[in-house]
């Protein structure tokens, strides 16, 4: 039961942060007739509000799984670290989107499962954008873009070599004979992935409401295939080259620091699940 | 000081009018606003005036007026025309479209001035004290981060110097492997000491224990209720009002579980907020303003937000009524100014 709610409450916020995202495709003439125009007044601060609900309600689902100590402390460090890697990228200027933040989300996710890696992408962006001076409503979606990349790295993790061994022993397993080269170009084509997708998922919360000519703005009711014609081309221009460099960025910083990276914290996951039960009766 | 929380609704509503207008006359009136409260209420130490902003707008401005400009082929006074075969940029490149892109140039800089002063004026540990009682470990992880951000900073120029010191020069990408994996074993380190020490005061006694089935429930109740009604909201406008009290129930249960999980985590303050009269007058300017803008007021015309430079450039309506009405997002300033005379 306690299962199963809990896998509803990820979907169902996950649906509404897709919905924030998405609706400008979907949304339909017949649905906004007249007020077509007003919803796209009123949609940014309806929208970021729900983005922010549902957000806030998973991170008390997550939350309230009963997180040890060591789990907190842990993901507090990581985010810490990766957070002065922000600092780093916002005091000296990078080529492009290049971000080194996203390597050390994929790899958490990726070592620790979906649920860290969720939670590790979300207080990243918080953290950095305190220390940064980034708080602003762009940071709810930033959160949950995100923390997207670090749920879905976990899951990445769970179908490679990596995951098996320790999580079907529960315990610590040396892991020898891994395809590491197999994992990295795996991983790789991830980081490449979400470097294009975290920038077409961010676009999308200020799409709506950008001008710009009418063949790459948004237009309530013209349908599905023609606002994703029209999103692309609107990508296509103002973004497109910008997260290539982030994309290429993440593949370069993966190829790097993957391994070493990734043998670092399978070390010390195997050390954060040694506990000692004290024997009863 | 002014707290913290009428800061975040003076934040907010910068948001909200920046959101509601495209009328030149009212963005720039904001952004001075917003320009003169971050002069006059941001730390002196660490003051960074209205440089930011600047440097924003030296960015956001040109670069929005040249891609409206060479992409959107609206309006009547035509300036240039460019060869047709140019994909997305042949056409005429119109005054009105190089107008509407300074404008949306503007209003990014405005929102991002807004929250730069924000920035600036809440120190990182009152925003962090605002986290709601029901997110207990979040806040812990949250204090924890910040916490070590210095240490961590600290840590990478120490590994910095004793690599040097080896020999080792920072000259690509590479040679930043010699620096990051040490700097992550030993902050790992770090957070296992922690862990030991979180646990040895007690930490697990209360938080190492999953929440009640019943948060659990009425959290994927409300959830679906406010995805159901946002949903119907979209898609099916004879059902609008009923989408709308949908939409409202599963707020009003989400925020009621957050409650509910919030009571069983007791929480002490060493040095409780105070609420002033400084803050109740920012309340009340923010206020004003949102009334302006949002409510049906007499005598105030609202019409004069909405502004549009296509077809042909025109000057926009000015209502003073409205630009006195935003003049109630100075009172941060109005009050610290009072406050440093008396």
């Known amino acids: ?116 890696g969720f939670l590790m992408g979300a207080f990243t962006l918080l953290v950095s954008g305190l220390i940064t001076g980034g708080v602003g409503p762009w940071l709810p979606y930033q959160m949950f873009a995100s923390g997207w990349v670090g749920m879905s790295a976990g899951w990445l993790g769970k179908i490679s070599t990596l995951h098996s061994p320790l999580s079907a022993s529960g315990g610590p397993k040396v892991v020898g004979n891994r395809d590491w080269r197999l994992e990295i170009a795996v991983l790789s084509v991830f980081g490449f992935a979400w470097g294009l997708l975290y920038g077409a998922i961010i676009n999308v919360y200020f799409w709506p409401f950008a001008a710009g000519p009418v063949e790459q703005t948004w237009t309530p009711g013209t349908g599905l295939g023609e606002t994703l014609a029209r999103y692309a081309a609107f990508y296509v221009a103002t973004s497109l080259g910008w997260d290539l460099v982030r994309a290429a960025g993440n593949v370069v910083l993966l190829l790097l620091l993957g391994v070493p990276m990734v043998h670092a914290l399978a070390r010390f996951q195997r050390r954060f699940h040694f506990e000692v039960h004290p024997a009863h009766g | 000081m002014v707290d913290v929380r009428a800061w975040l609704l003076w934040a907010l509503t910068v948001l909200v009018v920046a959101s509601s207008t495209r009328n030149p006359f009212y963005v720039v009136l904001l952004l001075l606003v917003t320009m003169v409260v971050g002069a006059t209420c941001a730390p002196v130490r660490g003051r960074r005036g209205a440089l930011p902003s600047l440097r924003f707008a030296a960015v956001a401005v040109p670069m929005a007026t040249l891609f409206n400009g060479l992409t959107a082929h609206l309006g009547d006074t035509v300036l240039l025309r460019l060869p047709a075969w140019l994909p997305l940029l042949g056409g005429p490149v119109t005054l009105e479209a190089l107008a509407f892109g300074a404008l949306n140039g503007l209003t990014l800089t405005t929102i991002f001035s807004g929250f730069a002063v924000f920035n600036q004026v809440t120190p990182v540990r009152d925003l962090v004290r605002l986290t709601p009682r029901a997110f207990h470990e979040a806040g812990v992880v949250l204090s924890i981060a910040l916490t070590f951000v210095p240490q961590t900073t600290r840590s990478l120029a120490r590994i910095r110097e004793a690599q040097a010191v080896r020999g ?100 002490t303050v060493y040095r409780p907020y105070r609420w002033s009269r400084r803050d109740t007058l920012v309340v009340l300017g923010c206020g004003l303003v949102l009334a302006v803008i949002l409510l049906p007021l007499p005598l105030v015309n609202r019409a004069t937000l909405a502004y549009t430079p296509f077809p042909r450039l025109a000057l926009p309506p000015f209502d003073p009524l409205v630009g006195l009405g935003l003049l109630g997002l100075v009172v941060p300033a109005v009050v610290a100014t009072g406050k440093s005379r008396s």
């Open chain 2, 168 to 267: 080792h020069r920072v000259r690509g990408l590479r040679d930043w492997l010699p620096i990051f994996i040490p700097l992550l074993v030993s902050g790992l380190e770090r957070s296992m000491g922690l862990a030991e020490a979180m646990v040895a005061r007690g930490y697990g006694a209360v938080s190492d224990r999953a929440q009640p089935l019943r948060t659990q429930a009425f959290l994927a109740l409300g959830l679906f209720v406010l995805l159901g009604g946002w949903l119907a909201f979209l898609f099916l406008p004879s059902w609008k009002a009923v989408a709308l009290g949908g939409m409202i129930v599963g707020v009003g249960i989400i925020v009621g579980v957050l409650r509910l999980a919030g009571r069983a985590v007791p929480r």
């Open chain 1, 1 to 116: 039961m306690r299962r199963s709610l809990s896998a509803a409450i990820y979907v169902l916020s996950t649906a509404i942060g897709v919905l924030a995202f998405v609706y400008p495709f979907v949304l339909d003439v017949r649905a906004t007739g007249s007020l077509g125009v007003a919803h796209s007044q009123d949609a940014p601060l309806v929208t970021a509000a729900l983005v922010g609900l549902s957000l806030v309600a998973l991170l008390v689902e997550l939350q309230g799984q009963a997180i040890s100590a060591k789990t907190v402390a842990m993901l507090g460090v990581l985010v810490a670290i990766t957070s002065v890697l922000r600092f780093v990228e916002v005091a000296v200027p990078m080529p492009g989107g290049f971000s080194p933040v996203f390597v050390p989300i994929i790899l958490a996710g990726y070592v620790f499962g979906s649920r860290f």
